[in-house]
Every structure is written in C-alpha cells, then in structure tokens.
C-alpha cells in the first residue's frame, strides 16, 4: 500500500499570500489530521476530519482551514500568510475515528514565508 | 486537558549502550501513549503504543517502553544503540474526549556516538 502522501513537498510564497496543501492518506483510511510542526513551538495540532466533517480543532486562526472530500483527501489553507507561518506541516491519516488507531504520517510540506 | 514532558531535549549514548528517553504525562482521564521516531526531512513513524492491557509495549527496531500510572511515566529504552537509531524521539498522549488529536512532547535528539 501507498503511504500517505503530501503535495507540494516544497513551498515558498510571500506574506499576505494564501496557499493550499494537499494530503491523500493511505487507501481506505478515512481519518486525516493535521499538525504544525515548528523549532519553537514543535508539533502543533491543527485540525481533524474524517468522513468530511471537521471532529476537532486545535488553538490556530482562523486563517488556517481545512476540508476533506469524499475520497478522503484533504487539504488545508492558509491566508494572509505570515512570517511565523513557515514550518513543517505534516498529514497524518488513520483507518478508523478511533483514537487508538495508529497515525500514519507523510513526509510534510515545508513552507517558508518570506 | 493533556500534556507530555520529555526530559532532555538531547541525549548522547554510545554505541551498544542502554537508550532511555524519558516522558512524562498528564491527563484527567486514561492516557492512550505513543512514541514516534522522525529522521531528518521525514515524517513521523510509530515506535510503539500503549492503549490498554499489558504496561510493557514492545516495539520495532528493539524499543520498548514501560506505562506507569503511579509515576505518570512512558519512558523509552532499547538495550543497544545503534548508528542508526540517530534521529529525533518524540513522546505523544491522545485520550477518548479527543478525536484525531495527540499532545506531542518537545522532543529529544539522539546521538549515537561510534
């Protein structure tokens, strides 16, 4: 089976800006998390979905929103890009809602803001 | 509400000594526990977790880790370092009342010297 996958791998945009990443979990896996991952502030949740509807949601803007289709895909936006914007985002997906599933990450995009 | 403690932020052993990472955690309701291991510019990748049943959790590459209810704790060891067990470690606690969302540790660097 293919791993989670994460498009683009690289990113880099200008402040103000919007972007938009692209998470395809693993096939048949129907949960899908995000995270935030950066040097000062590590790995922060960003949000949950699975079966296309949002179940949690973690302390960031509201510039930054998801969705998920009805393939399982997901992504999340960003708008009005700021400075402290630039990290690591990491997908992660699960087969079930369970919690106790294991999480399977993908490789992350990494955006830089400039 | 849910938090992870890694003590030490790095460790250095050397090669063929015992590896232990420590994490501690807090939580108002049962802890589901994990560990995830991350090379550089990669994802994240299960170690090992702890869901119910047995508090010894055995996982792959020779890593195991112990849940202690009395002492809040999940540390991480392996017997024998490796080279390749160099790589960043990090600690993650989830519960029931939180779909699709782990609390991650800070992390710990570990070097392995030859």
């Known amino acids: 089976k293919a791993g989670v996958t994460q498009t683009p791998r690289y990113l880099i945009k200008t402040r103000g800006q919007q972007v938009t990443l692209s998470c395809s979990p693993i096939?048949?896996?129907?949960?899908v998390s995000w995270y935030q991952q950066t040097p000062g502030q590590g790995l922060q949740f960003l949000f949950e979905y699975f079966s296309e509807t949002q179940r949690n949601k973690g302390n960031f803007p509201g510039r930054f929103s998801g969705r998920q289709f009805s393939n399982s895909r997901s992504e999340m936006n960003v708008s009005t890009l700021e400075l402290g914007d630039s990290a690591l985002y990491l997908c992660a997906s699960s087969a079930s809602e369970r919690v106790t599933d294991t999480q399977y990450f993908g490789p992350g995009t990494r955006l830089t803001v400039l | 509400a849910q938090s992870v403690t890694q003590l030490g932020s790095h460790v250095s052993v050397s090669e063929g000594a015992l590896v232990l990472l420590r994490c501690n955690y807090s939580?108002?309701?049962?802890?589901?526990l994990f560990w995830y291991v991350q090379y550089p510019n990669q994802g994240l990748q299960l170690l090992l977790k702890y869901t119910t049943g047995a508090t010894l959790v055995k996982g792959i590459n020779g890593f195991e880790a112990e849940f202690k209810k009395s002492e809040t704790s999940f540390h991480l060891t392996k017997p024998s370092a490796h080279m390749s067990d160099a790589a960043e470690y990090f600690c993650?606690?989830?519960?029931?009342?939180?779909?699709?969302?782990?609390?991650f540790g800070d992390g710990t660097t570990l070097t392995v010297k030859p």
């Open positions: 993650a606690v989830t519960t029931n009342t939180n779909a699709g969302k782990s609390t």
């Open positions: 939580s108002s309701v049962p802890p589901y």
């Open positions: 096939s048949g896996h129907r949960s």
